[in-house]
C-alpha cells in the first residue's frame, strides 16, 4: 500500500510540474507576442497603440520591452519612469539599456547625476561588446570624463579601452593608439613600426569618411 501512494505521489509530482512548465511557456510566449506586437506598431509609428503591449511585455520582465519602454519615457520627457525602466533591462544584462542609464546618471536625468555609477553601467555595456559604450570609455580615458581620474588616464585599463575600440573603428582611439606606441606611453614600449601602422590606418580612415561625405552631398 505504502509502495502505491509513493508512485502516485511521484505521478502526481510529475503532473503538476509538466503543467507549470506548460504554463510557463504559455506566460513567456503571451509576453514575446506582446512585445512583437508593440514592437511592430512602434516602428510604424503607433504610439499610443504600442506602449500598452510594450508596457504589458516590459512589467512582465522582458529586457526588450523594458528598454523600448524606458526610451519611450525619455521621449516623451518623462526621465524617472524612463530611468526605472532602463535599470530593469540593465540589471538583465541588456547592454542598450546600460549604456542608456550610465548617460543618464552623467547628465542627471531622472537620477542624481553620479560619474561612478555612469562608468560603471557603461563599461558593463562596453564588457557586452556594445561599440557606443567601448567608445565612450576609450573617450573618457582619452580626453578626461566619466570621473576618471588624470593619474589613470594613462594605465593599462585606458590602454585596454583604446585598443578596443581602436580596433572598431573609432578614430580617436586609432589616433590616440599611434601616439601611445609611438612615444611609448599606456605601459607600451615604443614601437614605431606599429605606431606607423595605425597612423596609416588613421589616414584610410579618414580618407574613406571624406569619400563617403562627398557621396553625400552628390545626393
Known amino acids: 500500500m505504502r509502495d502505491v501512494l509513493m508512485r502516485s505521489s511521484r505521478i502526481v509530482n510529475v503532473v503538476l510540474a509538466a503543467g507549470f512548465l506548460f504554463y ?61 525602466y532602463f535599470r530593469k533591462a540593465a540589471d538583465q544584462n541588456n547592454a542598450y ?25 557603461i563599461s558593463m555595456a562596453a564588457e557586452q561588446g556594445n561599440k557606443s559604450a567601448a567608445e565612450s570609455m576609450a573617450s573618457a580615458y582619452i580626453g578626461g570624463g566619466l570621473g576618471i581620474p588624470d593619474a589613470e ?19 580617436p582611439a586609432m589616433e590616440a593608439l599611434a601616439g601611445a606606441y609611438r612615444n611609448g606611453t599606456h605601459g607600451l614600449a615604443a614601437d614605431v613600426q606599429v605606431a606607423e601602422q595605425w597612423a596609416d590606418k588613421v589616414k584610410k580612415a579618414k580618407s574613406a569618411g571624406k569619400a563617403t561625405r562627398r557621396g553625400k552631398k552628390k545626393e
Not at 506602449?51 to 519615457?73: C, K, M, N, S, V
Open 24 to 84: 510557463c511557456s504559455c506566460v513567456a510566449a503571451g509576453v514575446a507576442e506582446d512585445y512583437d506586437d508593440g514592437i511592430s506598431r512602434y516602428r510604424q509609428g503607433d504610439v499610443v497603440a504600442a506602449t500598452p503591449l510594450i508596457r504589458r511585455a516590459a512589467d512582465a520582465g522582458h529586457a526588450e520591452a523594458q528598454a523600448t519602454l524606458a526610451e519611450i519615457y525619455y521621449e516623451s520627457g518623462f526621465d524617472e519612469e524612463a530611468a526605472q
Open 97 to 121: 539599456a546600460q549604456l542608456r542609464l550610465g548617460g543618464m546618471y552623467v547628465e542627471g536625468q531622472g537620477v542624481a547625476p553620479d560619474l561612478k555609477e555612469a562608468r560603471r553601467w
Open 153 to 171: 588616464r594613462k594605465g593599462t585599463e585606458a590602454l585596454r579601452w583604446i585598443k578596443t575600440a581602436a580596433e572598431l573603428g573609432f578614430l
